[in-house]
């Protein structure tokens, strides 16, 4: 007979993976760790005896979870200023994860991350296995039409962050032309607190213009420096010697297709305090 000792056995054998799938979903560690609380809690009532496989019950009920929190985060998006972006998720894939609909999303992570059946799928996103599957394909379609579009060697990327700096820096706008990608997308992050976009900015010609108003003919007291934030190109600005900006970069094909500019202090902070700023 299953009690209590029988479910905390299974939720401690799969709480990694649990962990994992709500991260995926989520791109947060904080909500993961909610989400993984939230499935303990309804894991805890559950009659074992009328359950076949724990596991896939435990994955069904931490993917409901983080979707509803998906959902719940897209409404917070309404009284947030500037897109809602998980600093913990690459550039590459933010840029995709983001224009996902929640439900996308879901079925996205569940089916090419952790290779979920589509009948599970169904039941944790409530759609019919069929509208699963074309959303399973539908994302798969957009997150590939979105992924790096080929490898980019060192010399490449630092000879476009090279030129993206020096353009930036004394406001050349057809410096800025040559450099952006046609279709570059540029994402600011203000919290509400800093001035920043309050959605994206989308093609060369609007990216470069605000660029270089908002960046050109850099005074004494202000600099921009190359740096590498976990791993990715980026630009700091700093003013005063004090970080006022993280401009993390995505080239490719020697071009800079996105950009995402952090000026919200909560994660100026995070990232002096947790990633490595390399000059």
């Known amino acids: 007979m299953a009690g209590p000792d029988s479910a905390t056995e299974a939720f401690l054998a799969h709480r990694n993976l649990l962990f994992t799938v709500a991260y995926e979903m989520l791109g947060s560690a904080a909500d993961a760790e909610d989400v993984l609380q939230e499935t303990w809690l309804r894991w805890a009532g559950v009659d074992l005896e ?3 496989d724990f596991r896939a019950y435990l994955v069904r009920i931490t993917a409901r979870q983080a979707l509803a929190r998906l959902r719940a985060l897209g409404r917070r998006k309404e009284s947030y200023v500037g897109p809602w972006l998980a600093e913990s998720v690459s550039m590459a894939m933010l840029l995709v994860l983001e224009t996902l609909t929640p439900t996308e999303r879901a079925v996205f992570v569940l089916r090419e991350v952790f290779d979920v059946g589509y009948d599970e799928i169904s039941e944790a996103v ?4 069929a509208a699963v599957r074309q959303i399973a394909h539908r994302a798969r379609e957009h997150v590939a039409a979105r992924r790096p579009r080929g490898v980019v060697s060192a010399g490449q990327t630092r000879e476009a962050l090279d030129a993206f700096k020096r353009a930036a820096e004394t406001g050349d706008l057809q410096g800025l032309l040559d450099i952006l990608a046609p279709d570059v997308v540029l ?10 976009v309050p959605r994206p900015v989308v093609g060369a010609d609007k990216v470069a213009r605000l660029l270089a108003i908002g960046l050109g003919r850099l005074d004494g007291a202000t600099s921009l420096h190359p740096a590498q934030v976990n791993g990715y190109p980026a630009l700091i600005l700093r003013i005063d010697g004090e970080i006022d900006a993280v401009v993390a970069v995505r080239i490719d094909d020697g071009l800079v297709s996105g950009l995402y500019s952090v000026r919200n202090p909560e994660k100026l902070s995070h990232l002096e305090r947790e990633t490595a700023l390399r000059r």
């Open 126 to 129: 409530d759609k019919s296995p």
């Open 50 to 52: 009328g359950v076949r």
């Open 187 to 196: 994402l600011g992050d203000g919290g509400g607190v800093r001035q920043a």
